[in-house]
């Protein structure tokens, strides 16, 4: 009795050891919980199957009991599934992300009276999210369009005779004059660098 409880003694000790070292070495991540299960059941069947052959006069098989390949088959299907969830979470929080960031351009842009046409933005991998690109279609709001351009209107208004390229050249001035010179564009790129933190030469208004 005293060689059986000598030789339980050494056999649960080599299965802690064992089960503390492949604990040791296996990477930090997901499936390392999984693993840590099955390094349970590992060393609790150590424990208890000596004394049930002691006293059935028996073996007992462990797959008998749990299929341990069928478990760690479901364990890495569940693994897969939460990192298919986990991706497609990140993804669907990098749209909402885009969306927001997009809104929050135009309606900044609105507020110093542009008229946003289109907004594409793109975003650097990883985590922080950092703004890598953003192509804009701007031009003035009415109010703020060229002067000079309201007042040919109104003189060519006044005219009663009816010309078709005059009223096309009408737009095609009234159209000049709502896009934006040069020092209008870069004041706009330097305004949405110092809020966005990006570099004006990543910025690109048509």
Do not use: C
Request: hydrophobic residues 35%; aromatic residues 6%.
């Amino acid at each position: 009795m005293i060689d059986f409880i000598s030789m339980w003694a050494k056999q649960i000790v080599v299965a802690v050891i064992i089960a503390t070292v492949i604990e040791m070495l296996i990477p930090n991540g997901s499936s390392k919980k999984y693993i840590k299960t099955i390094i349970g059941i590992f060393v609790l069947f150590n424990i208890i199957t000596p004394i049930i052959n002691k006293f059935s006069n028996g073996s007992i098989d462990i797959n008998s009991i749990i299929n341990l390949d069928e478990y760690t088959k479901q364990m890495e299907s569940k693994e897969n599934t939460f990192n298919n969830l986990e991706t497609s979470n990140n993804s669907n929080i990098k749209e909402i992300y885009l969306y927001n960031l997009k809104k929050d351009i135009k309606n900044k842009l609105q507020e110093k009276e542009y008229i946003v046409n289109s907004i594409d933005v793109s975003i650097q991998n990883g985590d922080d999210y950092k703004i890598k690109e953003i192509i804009l279609d701007l031009e003035k709001n009415k109010t703020t369009a060229n002067i000079d351009t309201d007042k040919e209107e109104n003189v060519v208004n006044k005219i009663e005779q009816v010309n078709i390229q005059i009223g096309e050249k009408q737009e095609t001035d009234k159209s000049k004059a709502r896009k934006l010179n040069n020092k209008e564009k870069t004041e706009v790129k330097e305004y949405l660098s110092s809020t966005y933190d990006i570099n004006t030469r990543k910025i690109t208004i048509n």
